[in-house]
């Protein structure tokens, strides 16, 4: 189900969203914008959090002595980015 939001904006904001909804970029209107906006906002979010979860796991396994040495974690990631590289290759 859709809902309707009112935003006030200043003359230059709605300016600018006007110069992106002119049909000739990707938005032919402010709705369409706003809502890419927000659903980039959202993406940016969730992966904010992972990242945030990933590095308290990183900080408990350093505090529990559960790290790699320098050669281990270089093999590791020669190996993630061979894999990486054949992958964007197929």
């Not at 809502?35 to 990242?51: Q, Y």
């Not at 040495?69 to 020669?78: I, L, P, T, V, Y």
Request: aromatic share 6%; proline share 2%; charged share 35%.
């Amino acid at each position: 189900m859709a809902s309707s939001l009112h935003v006030s904006l200043p003359d230059a904001m709605r300016q600018f969203v006007d110069q992106r909804t002119n049909g000739k970029k990707h938005y032919t209107t402010p709705s369409e914008y706003v809502r890419a906006l927000i659903r980039e906002d959202m993406e940016n979010d969730v992966e904010a959090r992972h990242i945030y979860k990933e590095l308290l796991k990183s900080t408990a396994d350093i505090k529990a002595g559960r790290v790699l040495s320098s050669e281990k974690a270089e093999k590791h990631m020669d190996g993630f980015m061979e894999k990486l590289r054949m992958k964007v290759g197929e």
